[in-house]
């Protein structure tokens, strides 16, 4: 009986794909920045592959000035072409260490390339695996999974697992699984399960960071369409209050929601985060609320000094009489911030003003919300706030917080206007 010796060859022609000895070509594959070149052995992938097979036999490589032939693969990315070039060279695929993306991404390549083991392998993997494959993004993998023929015999097994886990991949991103789900017909029995989730428990909808309002265009587009299904008084109250600015709405005002907060809150020293916790000190909420989950505030911008320039007069004619603002300022050379919230306004000619609503504040890094710091109004409340027309920004009796505007510091003053829900 003749002895095998498997293991001798496949090191030997792993010990080929390793040092490139005598390669005959060069295969480019991936898109530009992310382009990276093969040197391989034309025998080789002939043998392993169909599509090689005949890409190498016909006229689709040309050869460089060194006389090797040159292939070009733009839609297959560099990681998974290595990962292929491994399993024709050395018959090794480590599904384990790749990300889900990178699995998916690797069977459509290998069905392109005709690589029928690897395709099979592959689908064996992700069959056994499609709990883990669906939990991290369940409508970026049905969508693949839908769209590509290759994954026809896995279309079932993960219809059939998304089906039984609806409910919990609802819970986390409700907004976009319903986008997804009413524009295919492969889920027309899920819509009505949906319909009766959202209205045991509407917060699923209106709490998510994906709900918010939308603008007139996206109105037209998305809303008016449908118009017949909104009563008349609704559609006629919507044009009032977009078309008149000063206008009030009849019906109920929903909370200012994430999407729709200004530009200011991507500022250079605010972020959406750092203005959601000043919005519980303002509503006397503590850092570790899990509460509140909206924005019951309208921001917009009234004064930087970058833009406006560092003087308290220009500081009065943009801030004073527009009601409540918070000011943040960053101390030069720092990452620190401190600020203050002034329920009230700033006109006024040395005065006091009275509340016990203000507060001053300090992050000596606002990225940590843990790092801040938090000054109330306590017995002095008729000294809350100072209003005059040669200081900036004043807090407390003794001036605790004050801005004198003119000296070289960071400073950006945001108005906080009346409240959208009450």
């Given at each position: 009986m003749a002895s095998t010796y498997l293991s001798d060859v496949t090191d030997d022609i792993k010990q080929l794909y390793e040092t490139k000895e005598d390669y005959d070509a060069i295969i480019i594959a991936g898109n530009e920045p992310n382009v990276k070149e093969f040197q391989v052995h034309t025998l080789i992938l002939r043998i392993r592959s169909s599509y090689f097979r005949s890409a190498f036999s016909s006229n689709w490589a040309i050869r460089n000035n060194n006389g090797h032939?040159?292939?070009?693969?733009?839609?297959?990315?560099?990681?998974?072409?290595?990962?292929?070039?491994?399993?024709?060279?050395?018959?090794?695929?480590?599904?384990?260490?790749q990300n889900?993306?990178?699995?998916?991404?690797?069977?459509?390549?290998?069905?392109?390339?005709?690589?029928?083991?690897?395709?099979?392998?592959?689908k064996e993997f992700l069959s056994?695996?499609?709990?883990?494959?669906?939990?991290?993004?369940?409508?970026?993998?049905?969508?693949?999974?839908?769209?590509?023929?290759?994954?026809d015999n896995l279309k079932n097994v993960y219809l059939k697992t998304f089906n039984e886990n609806y409910r919990d991949f609802l819970q986390k991103d409700p907004i976009k699984l319903l986008h997804f789900i009413i524009r295919r017909e492969e889920f027309s029995e899920l819509i009505k399960l949906s319909l009766e989730i959202i209205c045991e428990n509407p917060k699923l909808i209106f709490n998510s960071n994906e709900f918010?309002?939308?603008?007139?265009?996206?109105?037209?587009?998305?809303?008016?369409?449908?118009?017949?299904?909104?009563?008349?008084?609704?559609?006629?109250?919507?044009f009032r209050c977009y078309l008149v600015s000063s206008a009030v709405p009849k019906y109920h005002a929903?909370?200012?929601?994430?999407?729709?907060?200004?530009?200011?809150?991507?500022?250079?020293?605010?972020?959406?985060?750092f203005i959601f916790l000043l919005t519980k000190w303002i509503d006397n909420k503590a850092?570790?609320?899990?509460?509140?989950?909206?924005?019951?505030?309208?921001?917009?911008l009234l004064f930087r000094s970058s833009i406006h320039g560092l003087t308290s007069q220009i500081f009065h004619q943009?801030?004073?009489?527009?009601?409540?603002?918070?000011?943040?300022?960053?101390?030069?050379?720092?990452?620190?911030?401190?600020?203050?919230?002034?329920?009230?306004d700033w006109n006024g000619n040395g005065i006091y003003k009275e509340t016990t609503d203000s507060f001053i504040f300090s992050f000596s890094d606002p990225n940590n919300p843990q790092s801040a710091k938090l000054g109330r109004v306590n017995n002095y409340r008729k000294y809350a706030?100072?209003?005059?027309?040669?200081?900036?920004?004043?807090?407390?009796?003794?001036?605790?917080?004050?801005?004198?505007?003119?000296?070289?510091?960071?400073i950006a003053v945001l108005v906080q206007l009346p409240p959208t829900l009450t």
């Open positions: 032939l040159v292939l070009k693969k733009p839609n297959i990315s560099a990681l998974v072409f290595e990962i292929i070039l491994k399993y024709l060279y050395c018959g090794i695929v480590d599904f384990q260490s889900n993306e990178i699995i998916l991404e690797l069977l459509v390549a290998a069905d392109e390339l005709g690589i029928q083991r690897l395709i099979n392998s592959v056994k695996n499609c709990g883990k494959f669906l939990q991290p993004d369940p409508i970026k993998m049905l969508d693949t999974v839908i769209c590509h023929n290759v994954f918010h309002q939308i603008i007139g265009e996206e109105f037209m587009c998305e809303v008016w369409p449908s118009r017949h299904l909104l009563p008349d008084s609704l559609i006629e109250d919507i929903f909370p200012v929601r994430w999407g729709n907060i200004n530009i200011i809150l991507d500022s250079v020293l605010v972020n959406k985060k850092i570790d609320d899990t509460n509140q989950k909206e924005f019951r505030y309208k921001f917009n943009k801030c004073d009489n527009k009601g409540a603002t918070i000011v943040i300022a960053k101390i030069s050379n720092s990452n620190m911030l401190v600020g203050g919230y002034n329920p009230l706030v100072y209003c005059y027309i040669r200081h900036g920004p004043t807090f407390g009796s003794s001036h605790d917080f004050m801005l004198q505007i003119t000296v070289t510091i960071g």
